[in-house]
């Protein structure tokens, strides 16, 4: 500032208007120049470059954003393609489950009914080789008592063979 209070006084000693003097000027010219090309040289250039940079790393952040924002889309559709997938798979799953428990139903029906069937079976043969042997016993118990009522009524033994006779008539007439 001293320059330009000598140059004020300076310019008002030779008279010009607003205290301007042409060499305070050009030297104030020449300090400006010199200044710029100094900051041009050491500080413009590296300040530019850090806002490139900036700009630069600004830029590819939201490159890398919308490149995320597009994957982040794509990924969701493959997750919901993955799982409506899934689901049909676990339907298909879930009706051959249905359809091997209704064919394991059905066979257990027919194996139950096949030994019911069997049981019964054998149930009823036991029942007519009861039956027959009961039939057996009471025939042979018929024929006793034919015999001893027939020495009853007749009041002696009857020989075998009209014994024999007797008791087929006796048991003839009791199967009709």
Request: net charge neutral; proline share 2%.
């Amino acid at each position: 500032m001293i320059p330009i209070l000598f140059a004020s006084e300076k310019a008002a000693a030779e008279g010009l208007p607003l205290g301007l003097s042409a060499s305070a000027f050009i030297v104030q010219l020449v300090t400006f120049i010199l200044i710029f090309f100094i900051l041009k040289k050491f500080a413009f250039k590296p300040i530019v470059s850090l806002l490139e940079k900036r700009r630069q790393a600004i830029e590819d952040g939201v490159l890398l954003g919308e490149k995320m924002e597009k994957r982040e889309a794509k990924l969701e559709e493959e997750g919901n393609t993955i799982i409506r997938e899934a689901r049909q798979e676990a339907d298909k799953i879930v009706a051959i489950a249905h359809k091997e428990s209704r064919e394991v139903i059905r066979e257990a029906e027919v194996s139950a009914k096949t030994k019911a069937d069997a049981v019964l079976k054998d149930a009823t043969a036991r029942i007519e080789e009861d039956s027959e042997r009961a039939r057996r016993s009471l025939e042979k118990d018929i024929v006793g008592l034919v015999s001893e009522a027939t020495e009853t009524v007749v009041h002696e033994k009857v020989d075998a063979k009209k014994d024999a006779e007797l008791i087929d008539r006796a048991l003839k007439g009791r199967k009709k």
